[in-house]
């Protein structure tokens, strides 16, 4: 078993992330309007989102809370890395 949680459920949500960034794809071959394309863009970044804060959702209730109970200076460290990638992606 690997030390890490699974993140096997959101498989089924990139797939279908996917299939929308090539459906994205066919509407600029296709030369589709500028506003469908962008709004179909903005599907993709959500449901990314969506996956995103389900996978932190994971590491903090799996991974951040197993390190508050073992381990003080790992705990600084995750809530570390935790802060910068909020930092990075806003």
């Known amino acids: 078993m690997s030390a890490h949680p699974s993140h096997q459920k959101e498989l089924p949500r990139l797939n279908r992330a996917g299939g929308?960034?090539?459906g994205?794809?066919?509407?600029?071959?296709?030369g589709q309007y500028c506003v469908d394309i962008l709004t179909q863009l903005?599907?993709?970044?959500s449901a990314l989102?969506?996956?995103?804060?389900s996978v932190?959702?994971?590491?903090?209730?799996?991974?951040?809370?197993?390190?508050c109970c073992e381990d003080e200076a790992r705990r600084d460290t995750q809530l570390a890395e935790i802060?910068?990638?909020l930092k990075k992606y806003e």
């Not at 994205?24 to 296709?30: L, N, P």
């Not at 903005?42 to 970044?45: F, K, Q, Y």
């Not at 989102?49 to 804060?53: A, G």
């Open 49 to 53: 989102k969506t996956i995103e804060l």
């Open 20 to 22: 929308q960034i090539e």
């Open 24 to 30: 994205v794809k066919r509407m600029i071959e296709s």
């Open 56 to 67: 932190l959702e994971t590491h903090m209730k799996s991974c951040l809370t197993k390190s």
């Open 83 to 85: 802060m910068t990638l």
């Open 42 to 45: 903005r599907a993709v970044r």
